[in-house]
């Protein structure tokens, strides 16, 4: 009997952070199609978001060496 109140007590909690995660997720997808909206480009993929958060970390390469 006990067992069964725990099961369901833990089954609720694994559905609350379910349901966390998703409205999360659909939060992110919203905040990131109205920034795309607002900038005037395409709705950017997941892949496409995460290459550009890495690109974002690259150094520049000029053409002239500001150290010679």
């Given at each position: 009997?006990?067992?069964?109140?725990?099961?369901?007590?833990?089954?609720k909690?694994?559905q609350?952070?379910?349901?966390?995660?998703?409205?999360?997720?659909?939060a992110?997808?919203?905040?990131?199609?109205?920034?795309?909206?607002?900038?005037?480009?395409?709705?950017?993929?997941?892949?496409?978001?995460?290459?550009?958060?890495?690109?974002?970390?690259?150094?520049?390469?000029?053409?002239?060496?500001?150290?010679?």
């Amino acid at each position: 009997m006990e067992q069964e109140r725990l099961k369901r007590i833990e089954e609720k909690r694994l559905q609350e952070e379910e349901k966390k995660r998703q409205e999360e997720e659909e939060a992110q997808h919203k905040l990131l199609s109205e920034n795309n909206a607002a900038h005037g480009s395409d709705i950017m993929d997941a892949e496409t978001s995460e290459q550009v958060n890495l690109d974002k970390g690259k150094a520049m390469v000029s053409g002239s060496d500001p150290w010679s």
